[in-house]
């Protein structure tokens, strides 16, 4: 079936450490997305990506970085730098822009 | 101002009762409007897609959008303990330029 694969499902990060978090879908779609969910909150944009070997910084982008190699794949790492991390991270993605976006089943980061 | 404002909630409201939600927007451009569900721990699912104005009906749930108040609304019949969730509406501009914006979330609970 076609969709978005997000893994792990949890994540537990020491202090300065980096974590990458794992995206893949197999909807031959373009654009791919990173969002954080903080409990009883909506989603805010990290980055985002169009294409491949390109990408741009979204509403909070300072501690995160990302990569964009291949057209299935977008991972995000959560650098040491980010100084509050525990959040539900929400991997999307679309065809264009403006349409609807499919989401994976998200990871859930901690701080040990 | 938020381009998109949704209440937070908690709504809560007894099985089989007719539940209205709510968003509201400022950026006229706004074409395509879009309703999510977001079960607890899981990604986002799309539940309604519309463009421009009218009304999009689905089994239980019907879509409304009302562009010359900058309103849309969700409605869910027969409401089931199932349905308890989190309902995020989104929107975008015509132009395949243009991101997605997601209004921030309303809980919804379904008492038995």
């Known amino acids: 079936d076609g969709g978005i694969t997000q893994s792990p499902k949890y994540l537990f990060r020491k202090e300065g450490q980096n974590v990458t978090l794992s995206c893949e879908q197999n909807?031959?779609?373009?654009?791919m997305y990173w969002y954080r969910q903080d409990p009883g909150q909506g989603l805010r944009l990290i980055y985002y990506?169009?294409?491949?070997?390109?990408?741009q910084k979204g509403d909070i982008a300072e501690g995160y970085s990302v990569s964009r190699e291949k057209k299935e794949s977008f991972p995000l790492t959560v650098t040491s730098a980010q100084k509050n991390p525990t959040a539900f991270y929400l991997c999307?993605?679309?065809?264009?822009?403006?349409?609807?976006?499919?989401f994976g089943d998200g990871t859930r980061l901690s701080i040990l | 101002q938020k381009e998109v404002e949704q209440d937070p909630g908690p709504l809560s409201v007894p099985e089989g009762a007719i539940v209205s939600l709510n968003c509201t927007y400022s950026?006229?451009?706004?074409?395509?409007f879009m309703w999510y569900r977001q079960y607890s721990r899981k990604g986002p699912e799309l539940l309604m897609y519309?463009?421009?104005?009218g009304n999009k009906e689905d089994g239980r749930f019907t879509a409304q959008v009302d562009k010359s108040s900058k309103y849309i609304s969700l409605f869910i019949r027969d409401s089931q303990p199932s349905d308890s969730a989190t309902y995020l509406c989104?929107?975008?501009?015509?132009?395949?330029?243009?991101?997605?914006?997601f209004g921030s979330g309303t809980r919804l609970s379904i008492r038995p």
């Open positions: 909807l031959n779609h373009d654009a």
């Open positions: 519309t463009y421009s104005s």
């Open positions: 990506s169009q294409i491949v070997n390109d990408f």
């Open positions: 950026n006229s451009a706004f074409q395509y």
């Open positions: 989104a929107m975008s501009e015509k132009s395949s330029a243009s991101k997605i914006i």
């Open positions: 999307a993605s679309n065809g264009q822009l403006n349409q609807p976006q499919h």
